[in-house]
Each structure stands twice: as C-alpha cells, then as structure tokens.
Nanobody, 114 residues
C-alpha cells in the first residue's frame, strides 16, 4: 500500500512562488514514476509534471519554464517548485506514484490571487 501526503499549498499573489512537497510511505520509492496533477473547480484533472525513476521529466505546456519537478529518493519525497504563478494555476494539486498501479494523494489547495 502506498500513502502519499502533499504539503506546501496556500494562497499566493500572482507572480509569486510556492513549493509543494509529497512524502511517500512506500518501499523502494526510487522505482516509482512520480507526478503532479491539478484540478480546478468545474474542470477535469490534468497532468502538470512527471519524473521517472531515472530522473526524466515531462511538463504540461502551460507550466513549462515556470514549474520544476524534482525528487529526493533518500527522503521518499517529490517536489514541485512553482514560480511566476498565475491566477489560472489555482487548483487542487495531487501527487501520484505509478508502478503498474497509480496511487493518489489527497491533494493540496493552491490559490493564486491578489
């Protein structure tokens, strides 16, 4: 069983930054492909970024150049550094862990507003 706990969400002004963290309770964290998705009110859940066990990253076009996903296998943690935030980044952000089965965290709210 995999448990994922997100943290770091909150309210930030446009142009600001936040760093999300996701701590995974799992054996052999390093073999999982980790990712972040987000879901805005009334919209579908969309991919934000993923990082493979080998460190290869992938980003949605809407966040390229602004967001960075990284992982610390020693801490069983994946991060999402979000810079130059925009109001349209407002959403609940979910952490995922994939190794043949996809696991989801409970989500953390990010609100970008002045």
């Amino acid at each position: 069983q995999v448990q994922l706990v997100e943290s770091g969400g909150g309210l930030v002004q446009p142009g600001g930054s936040l760093r999300l963290s996701c701590a995974a309770s799992v054996i052999r964290f390093s073999i999982y492909r980790m990712g972040w998705y987000r879901q805005a009110p009334g919209k579908q859940r969309d991919l934000v970024a993923t990082i493979t066990s080998g460190g290869t990253t992938n980003y949605a076009d809407s966040v390229k150049g602004r967001f960075t996903i990284s992982r610390d296998n020693a801490k069983n943690t994946v991060y999402l550094q979000m810079n130059s935030l925009k109001p349209e980044d407002t959403a609940v952000y979910y952490c995922t862990a994939y190794n043949y089965v996809n696991y989801w965290g409970q989500g953390t709210q990010v609100t970008v507003s002045s």
